[in-house]
């Protein structure tokens, strides 16, 4: 599959890059204050602590002796990390699982395969991998299967822009606008200009929380989910409503509580992990949103797997931490890691 009209070849960018403004920031007028930036955006590399080796505990989880019955009629379970516009990354790993075939349609039956939110931004192709996914959408479905698609923050993100442009909204830290935050955080404008009414109405669609097998499947690594709901119907509900309303502070809040990250790395993080379960079911948490090799304190300087004693910031497969309670599958393809594409139950 080839990258949307006009695109270049992909080029992935270093970690420092990764969290800067575009360039072409200054092309468009929306150039942020200095010294200004809002509480609530996206994490920028500043925001990113290094997280040493030690912080985090690798919980070797044995097999469950039954895993849960998959309900009649359904396939096995996959579930997709952030993409962020990396369309040539995302069509090779769903070709290497078998879930697509060499025209990029979908070849896996009654599969179900899920995607956990941040689809654009950063990367070069972020309508790409949108209209990719929608289109595996409909032909799963008339295969049996399904390929479904959960809220990142990066949605949220982009359909502000969209929405609220230049417009102020009270970011807690002065005044901000969407426009601003979205160039920020890696917003491409090939994007922007690409975008149409029916992206729109599909990203604002998109659920925030389901369960899945005893699997919780969220975007962020937050308990922000708490603020929406006592259920998973309620929060999806709230949250679509809130879209709806068109309040601008309002819909910032809502993007800045899914902006938070690390809320089970640390201690008290399984306890974090067993309140979203024992209120919403499940048996583990499966995320996006924080890159794998910052959970690992893998990056966290331009030499960073370059001098002598550090680490190769490069991921082979998910993240199991807080006691064996939840799975990172944000692999850093931004930051030279992978796109992650797995199976749910994992082995380990």
């Not at 809002?38 to 919980?59: E, S």
Request: with cysteine; net charge negative.
């Amino acid at each position: 599959m080839t990258q949307g009209a006009g695109q270049g070849p992909t080029v992935r960018t270093d970690t420092v890059r990764d969290f800067r403004v575009p360039a072409y920031v200054h092309q468009t007028g929306q150039e942020p204050v200095q010294g200004e930036e809002p509480v609530g955006y996206t994490p920028t590399q500043r925001d990113l602590p290094v997280i040493n080796r030690g912080d985090t505990v690798q919980v070797r989880v044995e097999p469950a002796e039954a895993p849960a019955p998959v309900p009649s009629g359904l396939g096995p379970l996959y579930v997709v990390g952030d993409v962020h516009g990396y369309l040539d990354e995302l069509v090779a790993a769903l070709r290497e699982k078998h879930l697509i075939d060499d025209e990029g349609n979908w070849a896996a039956g009654n599969t179900r395969l899920w995607f956990l939110g941040d689809f654009t931004d950063r990367g070069p192709d972020g309508i790409g991998v949108i209209d990719l996914v929608m289109r595996l959408s409909a032909q799963a479905a008339a295969s049996g299967g399904y390929c479904k698609a959960l809220m990142g923050n990066h949605e949220l993100l982009l359909l502000g822009a969209k929405r609220f442009g230049d417009t102020p909204v009270n970011s807690g830290a002065g005044t901000a606008t969407f426009q601003a935050a979205w160039l920020l955080n890696g917003g491409q404008k090939t994007d922007m200009d690409r975008l149409q009414d029916v992206h729109l109405q599909w990203m604002s669609r998109l659920d925030a929380i389901e369960l899945e097998d005893d699997h919780l499947l969220v975007h962020s690594d937050t308990t922000a989910y708490l603020d929406y709901g006592d259920s998973i119907e309620e929060v999806n509900d709230s949250i679509r409503e809130a879209l709806t309303r068109n309040d601008a502070d309002e819909y910032w809040d809502l993007f800045r509580k899914f902006t938070k990250r690390f809320a089970f790395r640390d201690e008290g993080g399984a306890e974090a992990v067993r309140e979203l379960l024992g209120t919403y079911g499940g048996t583990r948490i499966v995320h996006g949103h924080s890159p794998i090799p910052y959970l690992l304190g893998e990056v966290g300087n331009e030499h960073s797997g370059d001098s002598e004693g550090s680490t190769d910031p490069r991921v082979e497969g998910p993240h199991v931490y807080a006691d064996g309670l939840a799975i990172a599958m944000d692999g850093g393809v931004t930051m030279a890691g992978k796109l992650l594409v797995c199976a749910l139950p994992l082995d380990n």
